[in-house]
């Protein structure tokens, strides 16, 4: 269609224009926009009304200094964001990311997923996401500590329970939740669930940990039976050894599934004969509480290789799980799964396909899950723990997995029903169809705002 072609290479180079640079927030945009736009141009209404423009348009971005001294009495500074990308369908909400690699480029870029993903969950939340280039692997307890309190003195006006919730992301775990949340309470003198992901004492929710895992793997497993396939028995090939990673990790083994490969920043291990229950505690022994690498697991268990500074799309698996950061996944890793004999590929973490390899997945008919829809576990157990904070309840941890598996089981249907082509389902148009409208209607009706 050279129509829509143009009507997509007009509206990119607008916004190649206006956010010179950005290349993650340019690749997150063109995909919902390829999707999108057979639909929008049909629409006259929301084109005059401008909503994709809008739409990729922050609502507001706050950037500030964070000074911190180290243990040492040297003065630090390091940059901090939070993109207000978009509040149509309710508070902004969305994790903050300690990494060096964080630039507003990649905050706007998981503020906008955000949006959508937020929107398939069926919750009231916007869209937001936050961070700094603050690297807390190399730091001490007292300096993460001391970190997380001027991040919060800065960031503390802007958000509140009925505004902005944040929660984690790669670098933000239990412990930099409790810090952040400590100096909020004391700055506010008030206690509101302004943050989720907090501890169990202290207003978090069952199963929010495990929650993006989880959900990644419930996704997987509807995505497969919905093609006439299940799980059970099939090989997967995980990336990453975070939270996300491992929960994944442990819920393919619950549903009897083979887990091959884990990695980190500093490579991957190669388990030949499937991981198996005790070799996951060690890894979340090392990773949670020991903050180890990845290839202290090799050291310990024989038949387990370690491959450094590589990542672990080369392994024969059935089903591919990327947990771990954006772009992780390049043409060269999908020809390589492709080669092996991949069925599905379920993302766990944001974006980490490049477009190049998200198109030949397509091409080649590949069931593929986007991240906004598969890993929308995390988020929604994060509203669920905000709806059991100001109904001031705790449920049970049987009570929160079954409507994560419901919500979950709904955010594939609405992939089936806007994604479905001729009995085979293309996951990424479903997911940004459906998830794209919805905010577009809730802007259309609200005016010009
Ligand atoms: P963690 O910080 O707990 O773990 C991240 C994992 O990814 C670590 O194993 C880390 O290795 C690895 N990793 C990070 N950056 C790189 C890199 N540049 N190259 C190779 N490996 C890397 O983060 P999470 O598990 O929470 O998040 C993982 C992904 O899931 C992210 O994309 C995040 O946005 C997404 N996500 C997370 C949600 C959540 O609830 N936590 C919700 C939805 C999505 P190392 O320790 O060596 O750095």
Redesign the pocket.
């Known amino acids: 269609m050279p129509g829509l072609q143009r009507e997509l290479d007009h509206f990119m180079d607008g916004l190649r224009k206006r956010n010179p640079y950005q290349t993650e927030f340019h690749q997150a945009v063109e995909e919902v926009a390829a999707s999108v736009m057979p639909w929008y141009l049909q629409r006259d209404d929301y084109r005059s009304a401008q909503i994709l423009e809008r739409l990729t348009e922050p609502d507001r971005i706050i950037a500030f200094r964070v000074s911190w001294e180290t243990d040492g009495g040297d003065i630090r500074a390091n940059r901090a964001w939070r993109v207000q990308f978009n509040h149509a369908l309710g508070p902004y909400k969305g994790?903050l990311r300690f990494?060096p690699?964080v630039t507003d480029s990649v905050l706007k870029f998981?503020a906008f997923e955000q949006i959508l993903k937020n929107s398939l969950t069926g919750l009231p939340m916007g869209g937001a996401k936050g961070g700094s280039n603050f690297n807390p692997k190399d730091k001490s307890e007292r300096e993460v500590m001391r970190f997380c309190q001027s991040l919060m003195t800065g960031l503390h006006r802007y958000i509140g329970e009925d505004v902005d919730i944040p929660a984690?992301?790669?670098?933000v775990?239990s412990r930099e939740i409790s810090y952040l949340f400590g100096q909020y309470i004391r700055l506010q003198n008030r206690w509101a669930g302004v943050l989720t992901g907090k501890g169990s004492s202290f207003g978090g929710s069952a199963v929010r940990t495990e929650?993006?895992g989880y959900g990644c793997v419930y996704f997987c497993e509807q995505m497969l039976n919905h093609h006439g396939e299940g799980l059970e028995g099939r090989t997967v090939a995980i990336s990453?050894?975070?939270?996300?990673?491992l929960y994944a990790a442990e819920k393919a083994l619950q549903k009897g599934a083979r887990v091959l490969t884990l990695?980190?920043?500093?490579g991957f291990v190669h388990i030949r004969d499937g991981l198996d229950g005790n070799q996951l505690e060690f890894v979340k022994e090392l990773k949670e509480g020991r903050r180890g690498r990845i290839s202290e697991f090799a050291d310990r268990y024989a038949g387990v290789e370690f491959h450094r500074n590589a990542r672990p799309w080369a392994v024969g698996c059935e089903i591919a799980m990327p947990?771990?950061?954006?772009n992780?996944l390049d043409l060269e890793d999908a020809k390589s799964l492709l080669g092996n004999g991949v069925m599905a590929v379920s993302e766990?973490?944001?974006m980490p396909l490049t477009a190049g390899a998200v198109h030949l997945l397509a091409a080649r008919g590949v069931l593929h899950a986007p991240?906004k829809a598969s890993?929308a576990g995390?988020?929604a157990v994060s509203g669920l723990e905000q709806s059991q904070n100001s109904m001031r309840i705790s449920w049970s941890r049987e009570e929160v997995d079954g409507r994560l598996q419901t919500i979950m089981s709904e955010i594939h249907r609405q992939c089936v029903r806007h994604g479905e082509r001729k009995g085979r389902v293309n996951y990424v148009d479903g997911a940004n169809i459906a998830g794209f409208k919805k905010v577009a209607d809730a802007m259309l009706a609200y005016g010009v705002v």
């Open positions: 994790g990494h690699t998981l984690g992301d790669i670098g775990g929650a993006t990453g050894s975070g939270d996300v990673a990695s980190d920043s500093g947990c771990a950061t954006q992780e766990g973490a944001n991240g890993n995390g988020v």
